[in-house]
């Protein structure tokens, strides 16, 4: 297996690319710990009262529109932050997901999606009571990034 680290000034963004003949369990495992080795270190700034903290990424089950602030919601404490989502979705790593207008999810934390039809289909965390909605726009994102991260393990 080879190592190369191509240097670009012009590029916007790091980005790696794993190449190979085929997806096997090793290669898998090499993108896994590639993931995790570069969201491990990411913190997130936010408040709760007039105290300011420091949330690794982890911890963060989902983020939604609280009237000016977006509300970060943890298994229990709920903060917030000054960003917007468009700009979170900017930052944040590929294990968050947009799933409606008002809505980001940690994919890596659901234990459960219930589907409706008719109107937001329900999710819910390991941990915790806590629920969000995905609006039908966004379900088959969902599913589809739900399916390819089962499908990585």
């Known amino acids: 297996m080879k ?6 000034e012009n590029v916007k963004e790091e ?3 794993l190449r190979c003949r ?6 898998i495992a090499i993108q896994k710990r590639i993931a995790e080795a ?11 009262g ?6 690794n990424l982890q911890e963060i089950l989902f983020f939604e529109t609280a009237g000016v602030a977006v509300a970060v919601h943890t298994v229990n404490q709920i903060y917030t932050t000054h960003q917007r989502l468009y700009e979170l979705e900017e930052i944040l790593p590929g294990i968050f997901l947009r799933v409606s207008k008002s809505t980001i999810l940690n994919i890596g934390r659901i234990r459960s999606v219930r589907k409706n039809i008719t109107g937001a289909s329900e999710v819910e965390f390991d941990g915790t009571a806590k629920k969000a909605f995905v609006s039908r726009s966004y379900f ?4 589809d990034k739900l399916e390819e991260k089962r499908l990585k393990r």
């Open 140 to 143: 088959k994102l969902l599913t």
């Open 3 to 8: 190592i190369r680290v191509e240097i670009d």
């Open 38 to 48: 570069v969201n491990e270190g990411m913190k997130l700034t936010v408040t709760r």
């Open 15 to 17: 980005e790696i690319i």
């Open 50 to 55: 007039e105290s300011e903290y420091y949330l």
């Open 22 to 27: 085929e997806l096997n369990d090793e290669t």
